[in-house]
T-cell receptor
Framework: KQEVTQIPAALSVPEGENLVLNCSFTDSAIYNLQWFRQDPGKGLTSLLLIQSSQREQTSGRLNASLDKSSGRSTLYIAASQPGDSATYLCAVPGDAGGTSYGKLTFGQGTILTVHP | DTEVTQTPKHLVMGMTNKKSLKCEQHMGHRAMYWYKQKAKKPPELMFVYSYEKLSINESVPSRFSPECPNSSLLNLHLHALQPEDSALYLC?????????????FGDGTRLSIL
């Protein structure tokens, strides 16, 4: 059974810092990995989806990397801003043909606070 | 603004009430999902519809009844809920149920059971 872990659970940084959020998964046979952002009381916004054949995906100040063999993904945020404060979740899809097909397995999330 | 629209945004109901949550998307997606999210926890999958047919029910109690009347609309009918059912209910959609299809989420309905 796939398990997804995110470290740290919470992170507080001053504005302008570069930071790294970590996501690890137990079953390396993933098809892709998705990073989401969630603001308090809101839904999930997809930030980046990185395919298993890719090593990196970039969008603006965000860069996601994937190392399947070690079961890890990182989300790098450059020059953090107070508006980046949110919960960040990573998720992997279930196996094709299995009972978990169509199901995303989420990590517990990292709560990020960027203070001015 | 999200492309998946959920109504209402907030709902307060008693344990004997019957209410419905609504989710709509116009992206032509044929897979739709209901998730439940408790505070400081990740979303938990409840139901998956594929081409308007229920394909996954994650052993959800029968007091939650999903319905997919057409490819753009997903409802969740609620009856005789318990206080522990208070949560954020999220709807999502994807092109189809497939590992390579990203899910797009709505902003959710915040449900409080008195």
């Amino acid at each position: 059974k796939q398990e997804v872990t995110q470290i740290p659970a919470a992170l507080s940084v001053p504005e302008g810092e570069n930071l790294v959020l970590n996501c690890s998964f137990t079953d390396s046979a993933i098809y892709n990995l998705q990073w989401f952002r969630q603001d308090p009381g809101k839904g999930l916004t997809s930030l980046l989806l990185i395919q298993s054949s890719q090593r990196e995906q970039t969008s603006g100040r965000l860069n996601a990397s994937l190392d399947k063999s070690s079961g890890r993904s990182t989300l790098y945020i450059a020059a953090s801003q107070p508006g980046d404060s949110a919960t960040y979740l990573c998720a992997v899809p279930g196996d094709a043909g299995g009972t978990s097909y169509g199901k995303l397995t989420f990590g517990q999330g990292t709560i990020l606070t960027v203070h001015p | 603004d999200t492309e998946v629209t959920q109504t209402p945004k907030h709902l307060v109901m008693g344990m004997t009430n019957k209410k419905s949550l609504k989710c709509e998307q116009h992206m032509g997606h044929r897979a739709m999902y209901w998730y439940k999210q408790k505070a400081k926890k990740p979303p938990e999958l409840m139901f998956v519809y594929s081409y308007e047919k229920l394909s996954i029910n994650e052993s959800v109690p029968s007091r939650f009844s999903p319905e997919c009347p057409n490819s753009s609309l997903l409802n969740l009918h609620l009856h005789a809920l318990q206080p522990e059912d208070s949560a954020l209910y999220l709807c999502a959609s994807s092109h189809k149920v497939a590992r390579n299809q990203p899910q797009h989420f709505g902003d959710g309905t915040r449900l409080s059971i008195l």
